[in-house]
Structure formats: C-alpha cells, structure tokens
C-alpha cells in the first residue's frame, strides 16, 4: 500500500494518496493547510496555496484518464513550501500546458492560470504513459 516517504534533505516531508474523485479534494486542501500553517505563512498566502492545490487536483481529476489516485506531496523547506500534486493517468500534452500565457482568456486554462498566479514556481512534468507531476513551491515572505 504506502510506501515509506523518501528522504528530501533538510525538509520534512508529508504525503498523502487520495482516490481520484472530486469529494477527496477538500481533504487535499486541509492537508496542505496544516502543512502551511506550521509554517511562517499568513492567513492570505495560506488560502493562496490551498487555492493552488484544489486547482491542481481539479485538473488531475478532469484530465487523468485512467488514473485511480492522486498523490500530493508536501515539502516544509527553509524557504517555504514545496506541494507536488502527481496523478498516473493519460491527460493533457506538456506543450500545451506551458504554452498558455498568463494573460490568455481561455476558460479551460483558468486553472493553469490561478496556479500559476497564486505560487512563487511552478513546474510540470507531463509523461503520455506515466501521468503528470506539478510542482509549486510558496516562498516566505521577507
């Protein structure tokens, strides 16, 4: 079932598997939350990441064909937090994820957009038959 979470250096790390269904998404985002909060984040940039993470699940969700769990991934790092949301399923080609411009009016990008808007970083790592990784990071503040 789980498996034992890997060593990051320097971070404390927390993970969660969740069945690849809309109802587990508020869970995904409590989770992260009380991450966050152990943290130095204020109440705003709290609900900024929970924000980011339920898109990013969302989006695993309605493009993941195929995938039974979504994995989410938190790092508590020096400078911030780092959340990985993984997903094993068919879904949306790279290219057209990292062409989307921050300014384009598109409903089906308004996620991408948020995500990107709300975090500090943000990366994918999309395989056709492997599923996607995203990765945020949130930086403290100053």
């Keep these: 079932m789980n498996q034992p979470l890997r060593e990051s250096?320097?971070?404390d790390v927390v993970e969660l598997r969740v069945p690849c269904k809309?109802?587990?998404v508020a869970l995904a985002r409590l989770s992260v939350a009380a991450v966050a909060s152990r943290l130095q984040?204020?109440?705003d940039e709290i609900e900024d990441v929970k924000l980011a993470v339920a898109e990013a699940c969302?989006?695993?969700i309605q493009h993941a064909q195929g995938s039974e769990t979504i994995e989410i991934?938190?790092?508590a790092l020096s400078d911030g937090l780092r959340v990985s949301v993984r997903d094993y399923g068919l879904g949306t080609r790279a290219e057209a994820i990292r062409?989307?411009?921050l300014d384009e009016e598109r409903v089906g990008g308004l996620g991408?957009?948020?995500i990107r808007s709300l975090m500090d970083d943000v990366?994918?790592?999309v395989h056709p038959e492997a599923g996607t990784r995203l990765v945020m990071h949130k930086r403290l503040s100053a």
């Design 22 to 24: 809309a109802e587990w």
């Design 41 to 43: 984040f204020s109440i």
């Design 9 to 11: 250096a320097g971070a």
């Design 58 to 60: 969302t989006n695993a």
């Design 73 to 75: 991934t938190c790092e």
């Design 123 to 125: 990366t994918y790592d």
């Design 99 to 101: 062409s989307r411009e």
């Design 112 to 114: 991408v957009f948020l």
